[in-house]
């Protein structure tokens, strides 16, 4: 008796060519979408929602709220663990449709948009319709030593 093999890496496979078909439709990622894409970015404070003319354009606004989100529900929440995963996770993927921000540029948008929030205690740049959706939560507490 064989064991289960898997599929050579060197064969040619047929993917859907659609990121769209690997996510459900009732996977959370979807309500992320269409949460802060139902947000005025602009009116609640957040930067770089007009970007300049000249310089090389930023990241949108909602798309880093997105990753930020996703992040805070996965309890993921370090800056570089994010690039990371916009690399290999599928829903981010998806969600971020394949864009891929560096860690700085993570970092820089919760600096400047989101300093010090809690989600779960106040509705940073007014969200009201995340406070419900987060309760269930506990923050993650960091250790300050090492065994």
């Not at 992320?32 to 606004?61: C, K, N």
């Not at 529900?73 to 996770?89: A, D, F, G, P, Q």
């Amino acid at each position: 008796m064989h064991h289960i093999d898997g599929i050579d890496r060197d064969q040619i496979t047929m993917f859907p060519e659609a990121l769209d078909d690997y996510i459900h439709e009732d996977n959370p990622v979807r309500f992320i979408d269409a949460f802060v894409g139902s947000l005025d970015l602009s009116s609640l404070g957040f930067q770089r929602v007009l970007h300049a003319e000249t310089g090389r354009p930023p990241y949108h606004p909602g798309d880093l709220l997105r990753l930020y989100i996703y992040g805070y529900l996965n309890r993921v929440r370090s800056s570089r663990r994010l690039e990371k995963e916009t690399n290999r996770n599928v829903e981010l993927m998806w969600l971020l449709r394949r864009l891929t921000p560096d860690f700085k540029t993570i970092a820089d948008f919760r600096r400047d948009n989101l300093p010090g929030q809690d989600l779960r205690q106040s509705n940073p740049k007014g969200l009201p319709l995340l406070h419900p959706f987060l309760s269930g939560l506990r923050p993650v507490r960091r250790r300050t030593h090492r065994y």
